[in-house]
């Protein structure tokens, strides 16, 4: 096995999926704990403190403790280079989430022990089943009260349709959670809490061991040795295969927030996840191992450092290595090209690096050339990778500036938050940029949108609700667009690409164009 082989092999990159509140934010940062990337973790909940999660560093997420953008956190632990993609577990940016799980080669999903699966957790689920990534279950939150394990594992296997293979289980929960025992090592964890430090109390204990009364009470013993039984009795074994494929996820029960059980998780998940998986470039597979580079874009953010007011386009190596100064070639583009001061992520923490493998996770500075999605490989090549698809909006606004001195401003904010994927801009044919209709995915978006404009861009915009539900692209027409027969309340707009598209007030307007315009197709989904 050469260098690059071994490197390339050594990398995870994963997504933490959750339901807002369900620990995901708090798991993350211990996985970074446990690496040495941080010393303390920060509290989401303290608002007041000057104490954030390292993850969330745009100003409105630490005012509110929500995550609203996807972070990129690399760190090392164990002999492995881990790529942590922290999402945003509130619906409004489901989008950003979607986009993020496709860097992603793995997926840990987290669940309130107390409320089981959520609606947001189904959502993100059926993105990684689409995609046919590997879960695994981070069930959190078990020193509180919580529901019975049993019941969690039916709910999970029912709602979300995947097998579960409970990797460990838990002894009690609430103030009666006495840790953890490993079903495969056949041993008790047995922790004491520690105030979320990194080094956690842990005595391993077996079960037959005569002293296990003293760590976990007889009750609790007995109450044990009757799920065990239950469990050796009905489970097959741990089918790998299945759990690469995403059929089979891997359970762990534990609690972010005092590390009962975080590091076991953490190894374990280390050993059953794939290294770097291979890409679809016009159907045929894109070994990660190659190697001539290749990457594709998935975020583009601007201003994370205000001091700079610059725009970062974060790229997921797909195969090869790449090193700092390397020519490269922009497909969409079409033009080569040196990737200007790349950069490696700990949240808006940053450092230059000299070089990166497929796996990793990198940041370039972006003077307004790339789109998400864009492919990026090595010179002597010519592909892309397939498109991120865009999701339709379901909430729209009319959107202009309130200083006319400020145009330009208002242009170049909407104009760059937009190619983030955060918004879509439309405009209706034949009028400037002096308003624009903005819609998104959630209506959270929209406070975002208007705190970024005054903070990032000094614009104050007013922003006018319109009453549109429906949004479809035109992919073919049987006549100009223009000339098309709608009804009065649908209305005609092209995006920044000079797509044009319909939106509707009702199902029944679609209904209505789709008969009087003989030969029209309307997409809900589009891929540049």
């Given at each position: 096995?050469?260098?690059?082989?071994?490197?390339?092999?050594?990398?995870?990159?994963?997504?933490?999926?959750?339901?807002?509140?369900?620990?995901?934010?708090?798991l993350t940062e211990k996985f970074l704990l446990y690496g040495g990337a941080i010393a303390l973790a920060g509290s989401v909940k303290g608002k007041k403190s000057s104490r954030h999660a390292v993850s969330d560093w745009m100003e409105i997420e630490k005012q509110r403790g929500i995550s609203v953008t996807s972070s990129v956190l690399q760190f090392e632990y164990n002999g492995f280079c881990i790529n942590i993609l922290d999402t945003p577990g509130h619906q409004d940016f489901?989008?950003?989430?979607?986009?993020?799980?496709?860097?992603?080669?793995?997926?840990?999903?987290?669940i309130d022990g107390s409320k089981g699966v959520e609606n947001?957790?189904?959502?993100?689920?059926?993105?990684?089943?689409?995609?046919?990534?590997?879960?695994?279950?981070?069930?959190?939150?078990?020193?509180?009260?919580?529901?019975?394990?049993?019941?969690?594992?039916?709910?999970?296997?029912?709602?979300?349709?995947?097998?579960?293979?409970?990797?460990?289980?838990?002894?009690?929960?609430?103030?009666?959670?006495?840790?953890?025992f490993d079903l495969e090592k056949r041993h008790i964890l047995s922790f004491e809490a520690n105030n979320g430090q990194h080094e956690v109390a842990a005595t391993e204990v077996d079960l037959n061991d005569a002293s296990l009364d003293s760590y976990i009470g007889a009750e609790n013993r007995a109450a044990l040795m009757d799920d065990v039984e239950l469990l050796d009795g009905a489970g097959a074994g741990l089918d790998v295969e299945a759990v690469h494929a995403g059929r089979l996820s891997p359970v762990f029960f534990g609690s972010a927030l005092t590390n009962?059980?975080?590091?076991?998780?953490?190894?374990?998940?280390?050993?059953?996840?794939p290294p770097p998986t291979p890409r679809l470039s016009n159907g045929e597979s894109v070994d990660p191992t190659q190697d001539s580079f290749s990457a594709f874009v998935f975020k583009i953010q601007a201003n994370m450092n205000k001091a700079h007011r610059d725009r970062l386009t974060f790229l997921?190596?797909?195969?090869?290595?790449?090193?700092?100064?390397?020519?490269?070639?922009?497909?969409?583009?079409?033009?080569?090209?040196?990737?200007?001061?790349?950069?490696?992520?700990?949240?808006?923490?940053?450092?230059?690096?000299?070089?990166?493998?497929?796996?990793?996770?990198?940041?370039?500075?972006?003077?307004?050339?790339?789109?998400?999605?864009?492919?990026?490989?090595s010179p002597n090549q010519s592909f892309a990778f397939e498109g991120i698809p865009t999701f339709?909006?379901?909430?729209?606004?009319?959107?202009?500036?309130?200083?006319?001195?400020?145009r330009k401003q208002f242009v170049k904010g909407t104009t760059q938050i937009a190619q983030e994927g955060a918004i879509q801009i439309f405009q209706e044919p034949y009028t400037g940029m002096e308003e624009v209709i903005v819609g998104v995915v959630g209506v959270l978006?929209?406070?975002?949108?208007?705190?970024?404009?005054?903070?990032?861009?000094?614009?104050?915009?007013?922003?006018?609700?319109?009453p549109y539900q429906y949004i479809r692209w035109v992919a073919k027409s049987p006549v100009d667009v223009k000339e098309l027969q709608l009804s009065s309340d649908t209305k005609l707009v092209q995006d920044f690409h000079d797509n044009y598209l319909l939106l509707f007030t009702s199902e029944w307007n679609i209904r209505w164009a789709l008969e009087k315009n003989e030969g029209l197709e309307l997409a809900e989904f589009h891929k540049e």
């Open positions: 096995m050469n260098q690059l082989q071994k490197e390339i092999k050594r990398r995870r990159t994963f997504a933490i999926i959750s339901h807002p509140d369900a620990g995901k934010t708090t489901s989008e950003d989430t979607y986009r993020t799980l496709m860097a992603a080669d793995a997926a840990v999903m987290v947001q957790t189904r959502k993100l689920f059926k993105v990684c089943v689409m995609r046919h990534i590997p879960i695994f279950t981070f069930i959190n939150k078990m020193d509180r009260e919580a529901r019975n394990p049993f019941d969690l594992i039916d709910q999970i296997e029912n709602e979300l349709g995947i097998e579960t293979y409970p990797v460990n289980w838990p002894i009690g929960c609430g103030k009666e959670f006495r840790g953890v009962f059980g975080v590091e076991p998780f953490l190894e374990r998940f280390l050993e059953l996840t997921r190596i797909c195969s090869g290595k790449f090193e700092r100064e390397m020519e490269v070639y922009h497909v969409q583009g079409n033009k080569k090209m040196r990737l200007s001061q790349p950069q490696q992520m700990m949240a808006q923490e940053r450092e230059i690096v000299n070089e990166a493998y497929a796996g990793d996770i990198i940041g370039v500075f972006d003077p307004g050339i790339f789109a998400i999605g864009d492919t990026i490989c339709a909006p379901e909430h729209f606004a009319r959107v202009r500036h309130k200083d006319t001195m400020k978006q929209f406070e975002v949108f208007e705190h970024r404009m005054k903070n990032e861009y000094n614009v104050d915009i007013i922003r006018e609700p319109l």
